[in-house]
């Protein structure tokens, strides 16, 4: 149970439907517990913060006005809606959000009946509430339908196309957008709110429609009448709001709004929710509201590990490593020092991908194209086509988004853009919707395409520079989440053989062919097979595509037991790659493939995961022991 003098009226809410009855001081008293409940919690544990401090008063207006759960709410970017999860019986549970075990940091079905979409990436809310708008329609259901989009997610194609098709299909939806990204002077907001406040109201809509009705019948002189009608609400909105482009697309608009101002957010959901769709709600909001260290700063406290309540300056860690990101970052910035054709591409994740070295170093060699992969991806391609040389730095997640591009763009026309893709295989605590287990396994259908894992961080730098420098076309660079090995990183940059591995331990039992992070725990459970008297060969294979055939070819001579090992999803991952390969040639060793399993994996901490599914050093020796026919005995038991 939460504190109820620390947090008054949050302690007694357990649902939306507490909300109907309560006055507008409670409600704001609330957004207060809601915002102080967030920044107790979060400090602590750590996790997704600026964006939902942002979303506090839209979400207790939605659930105040909107009948929730009947009512679809439909959440856009996951990460905006901690305060949605708070207010639908999931407050205690917040403070195991994103721990093994725990709830989800972003939207997820099962999870709760509220969580109508589920919503790790951005720019899908509008498309998701138009399809349950439709189903509802199909049905014959009196339900609304309602899209909380916003926080980055408008700067995604997918958005306008769906507002689109709703305007071409006249669809009975409101799309709320959470707008932190701009800001209005202050001398706007009295004429905005007057003015949204008018058109938005039931009698203005019913008088409206009489007048319409009326010179209806008027014959030419009305319709003259309807268009100068039409022209002047139009010109009006177009003077004081920045309305016309949704107008456009087919929606009514209403706004800009202060997103913050509850009294006027409830009155505004009041009127909008009879009128017929579609309808967009533009309310303007500060990311990080609440709280001063996250405030005024896009990427700041967007999400980070557990902090300091007071600074919002995160704990550091005593002798920490410094992390994959980072050293991606210095050596792509070391990298256009001496070639100044190469650039850095982004979508919205300067930070995560550690492109903002870049942008502060070189910043005429950076692009932030926004949440857009697959546009990110085809830019890249219209700069290669000149001799620019791209290295698209984008989650290994994320740009799933851009496979066609990258097929039809890149590969088609064997252009040389380089794929960097951070965050590949078990990230942790983000989940499911994060996790970057497809990438070995989408890049090696694509013909042309090399693709690349180091096993440290000595190993990423030659590896980016041999993909910039020494490669004519498309080349794919995956490396996990989180601190690298630690070892000393030496001056400049080596060349590394496209498709040649390196064998790191020679054994006479077994041989372990690795790749990338599967590497190190290799060589660890190396040492513990010699423990059992298996003495294990360990190949860093570096490359999923090319192969290193040669070197297979001798393993398969030297090895009746081979097993491949790979932090992605064995369907045709690198292990199916040894296989095809073997396949071809008729050989006959047994192979065991380790790697991810053909399912969906929940969230928890990196080491946690990779224990659970005996991936990790431990859980390797196991498996090759079982595959080499020794069992373990425990208490005269063989098991």
């Not at 022991?625 to 063989?638: D, L, W």
């Amino acid at each position: 149970m939460i504190d109820e003098n620390k947090y008054p009226v949050l302690s007694k809410v357990d649902s939306p439907a507490e909300l109907k009855e309560m006055e507008l001081a409670d409600l704001k008293q609330l957004c207060t517990d809601v915002r102080t409940y967030m920044i107790d919690t979060i400090s602590e544990i750590g996790g997704h913060f600026g964006g939902g401090l942002g979303t506090v008063e839209l979400t207790v207006a939605a659930h105040k006005v909107f009948n929730t759960p009947y009512d679809l709410l439909v959440w856009d970017t996951g990460h905006q809606a901690y305060p949605h999860k708070i207010l639908t019986g999931r407050k205690e549970a917040l403070q195991r959000i994103r721990k093994l075990n725990g709830i989800s940091g972003f939207l997820k079905r099962n999870e709760s009946e509220y969580d109508t979409f589920g919503a790790g990436h951005a720019s899908t809310s509008i498309s998701a509430a138009l399809g349950m708008a439709l189903a509802r329609d199909i049905k014959k259901e009196n339900r609304k339908v309602i899209s909380m989009t916003g926080d980055g997610a408008m700067t995604g194609g997918m958005a306008y196309e769906a507002m689109n098709n709703s305007g071409i299909n006249k669809s009975d939806l409101i799309v709320v957008l959470n707008d932190n990204q701009m800001s209005i002077a202050p001398n706007v907001w009295q004429i905005s709110n007057y003015f949204t406040e008018m058109i938005s109201h039931p009698d203005y809509n019913k008088f409206k429609g009489q007048i319409w009705d009326l010179t209806g019948k008027l014959d030419n002189f009305g319709d003259r009448l309807r268009k100068i009608a039409a022209r002047l609400e139009s010109g009006i909105k177009s003077v004081i709001t920045p309305g016309m482009l949704f107008e456009a697309l087919g929606f009514r608009y209403f706004g800009p709004i202060n997103g913050h101002n509850l009294h006027q957010l409830i009155k505004i959901f009041d009127h909008v929710k009879d009128l017929k769709g579609p309808i967009l709600v533009h309310a303007i909001t500060e990311k990080g509201k609440g709280y001063e260290p996250a405030e005024g700063h896009s990427q700041r406290l967007h999400a980070s590990t557990p902090f300091d309540k007071v600074t919002g300056k995160a704990f550091k860690k005593l002798n920490a490593v410094s992390s994959y990101t980072k050293i991606f970052g210095d050596a792509i910035s070391e990298i256009v020092s001496q070639n100044p054709k190469v650039v850095g591409i982004t979508a919205a994740m300067p930070d995560g991908t550690g492109l903002d070295i870049l942008q502060e170093k070189h910043p005429k060699n950076y692009f932030d194209v926004g949440i857009a992969e697959g546009h990110a991806v085809t830019f890249s391609a219209g700069l290669a086509t000149q001799g620019i040389i791209p290295v698209v730095a984008i989650y290994s997640t994320f740009l799933q988004r851009g496979f066609d591009q990258i097929v039809h763009d890149v590969t088609l026309q064997k252009l040389h853009v380089v794929f960097v893709m951070d965050r590949a295989g078990l990230v942790g605590a983000d989940g499911p919707t994060h996790h970057g287990t497809f990438d070995l396994t989408y890049f090696r259908l694509m013909p042309g395409m090399i693709i690349m894992a180091p096993k440290d961080e000595s190993e990423l730098r030659d590896m980016l520079y041999t993909a910039v420098e020494h490669c004519d076309g498309p080349v794919a660079l995956r490396y996990p989440r989180g601190s690298a090995q630690g070892i000393p990183l030496k001056e400049g940059f080596d060349k590394i053989e496209i498709g040649k591995s390196e064998t790191l331990i020679e054994g006479e039992d077994v041989a372990l062919l690795a790749l990338g992070t599967m590497v190190n725990y290799s060589l660890e459970a190396a040492e513990l097979l010699e423990a059992e008297n298996i003495n294990a060969s360990v190949v860093n294979m570096r490359f999923a595509k090319p192969l290193d055939e040669n070197k297979l070819d001798e393993i398969a001579s030297r090895y009746s037991k081979i097993v491949t090992l790979e932090e992605g999803n064995l369907p045709g991952g690198f292990g199916s790659g040894v296989l095809e390969y073997f396949a071809e040639k008729n050989y006959k060793n047994d192979v065991l493939r380790i790697g991810l399993p053909d399912k969906f994996i929940d969230h928890g901490t990196q080491a946690e995961l990779h224990n659970q599914l005996g991936i990790d050093p431990e859980g390797i020796a196991k498996q090759v022991k079982v595959f080499c026919g020794i069992k373990e005995v425990k208490q005269g038991v063989v098991v």
